[in-house]
């Protein structure tokens, strides 16, 4: 295992996560599917070593300190040290999402989980990113969080949301935060937009596929060594913020 690329996905039973475990997985590389459910989890290790990755599964709670701490211990026992990060865990909140009727703990659920759960994992595991040679962070964020397209006049950027929109903005202005203060380091951190993707997260109404979401992912996780960092892209390019 010392030569194989080792990644961990969060959320990675089911949906767009499921897809970039298996995109890493095609190129060779040893895929943690990191994910609450023990059920769900399995399933989808068994149908990616079927599919033939080397999938393992990571028992792991972005929300709970004591789940990622464990999820920690796992890889650093399995290999001493973790290659690439994609943090895709996330919630909507719940709906309805206007901001003069939203309630407050929609706003703090989709927080805790989008960008509290992006520091709590990724700080648990930049020890084991710092033993990595060329380690990846892949943030998984959404245009919908580009303040940019959502004042443009005429933007379709879905329906008027105060909590997952502006988790996704936060989780923008994170991932500059980690790029400023890692830029010394051989660590690239770059946020992901999948598009618009058929997910139970908004109810399979998406136009992409979960595979289709992935592919940027994949990109980031696997850049090269002279690749970018701080930015924010989708499958066109580079996304204003």
Same mark, same amino acid.
């Given at each position: 295992?010392?030569?194989?690329?080792?990644?961990?996905?969060?959320?990675?039973?089911?949906?767009?996560?499921?897809?970039?475990?298996?995109?890493?997985?095609?190129?060779?590389?040893?895929?943690?599917?990191?994910?609450?459910?023990?059920?769900?989890?399995?399933?989808?290790?068994?149908?990616?070593?079927?599919?033939?990755?080397?999938?393992?599964?990571?028992?792991?709670?972005?929300?709970?300190?004591?789940?990622?701490?464990?999820?920690?211990?796992?890889?650093?026992?399995?290999?001493?040290?973790?290659?690439?990060?994609?943090? #895709?865990?996330?919630?909507?909140?719940?709906?309805?999402?206007?901001?003069?009727?939203?309630?407050?703990?929609?706003?703090?659920?989709?927080?805790?989980?989008?960008?509290?759960?992006?520091?709590?994992?990724? #700080?648990?595991?930049?020890?084991?990113?710092?033993?990595?040679?060329?380690?990846?962070?892949?943030?998984? +964020?959404?245009?919908?969080? +580009?303040?940019?397209?959502?004042?443009?006049?005429?933007?379709?950027?879905?329906?008027?949301?105060?909590?997952?929109?502006?988790?996704?903005?936060?989780?923008?202005?994170?991932?500059?935060?980690?790029?400023?203060?890692?830029?010394?380091? #051989?660590?690239?951190?770059?946020?992901?937009?999948?598009?618009?993707?058929?997910?139970?997260? #908004?109810?399979?109404?998406?136009?992409?596929?979960?595979?289709?979401?992935?592919?940027?992912?994949?990109?980031?996780?696997?850049?090269?060594?002279?690749?970018?960092?701080?930015?924010?892209?989708?499958?066109?390019?580079?996304?204003?913020?």
């Amino acid at each position: 295992m010392s030569g194989q690329t080792i990644a961990l996905v969060t959320g990675a039973n089911k949906g767009i996560g499921y897809e970039i475990a298996a995109g890493l997985g095609a190129l060779g590389w040893s895929v943690g599917v990191g994910a609450r459910d023990e059920a769900r989890r399995e399933a989808a290790v068994q149908k990616l070593r079927a599919g033939g990755a080397d999938a393992f599964g990571v028992p792991l709670d972005v929300t709970d300190d004591a789940s990622v701490a464990a999820a920690a211990r796992l890889l650093e026992e399995r290999a001493d040290r973790l290659d690439v990060l994609v943090n #895709n865990a996330g919630v909507t909140g719940g709906m309805p999402q206007t901001p003069t009727t939203v309630d407050p703990s929609a706003v703090r659920t989709a927080v805790e989980t989008n960008v509290i759960g992006v520091i709590r994992v990724t #700080n648990a595991l930049l020890p084991l990113l710092r033993h990595s040679a060329s380690p990846r962070i892949v943030n998984m +964020s959404s245009s919908v969080g +580009s303040l940019t397209r959502q004042t443009a006049p005429g933007a379709d950027t879905g329906p008027i949301s105060a909590a997952y929109a502006p988790s996704k903005t936060f989780l923008n202005a994170l991932t500059v935060q980690y790029a400023r203060e890692l830029r010394d380091t #051989n660590i690239l951190i770059n946020a992901a937009c999948p598009g618009y993707c058929a997910t139970d997260l #908004n109810g399979f109404r998406g136009v992409r596929t979960p595979e289709q979401g992935a592919a940027i992912a994949i990109r980031l996780a696997s850049l090269p060594d002279d690749g970018p960092t701080g930015a924010f892209f989708d499958e066109d390019g580079v996304v204003p913020w």
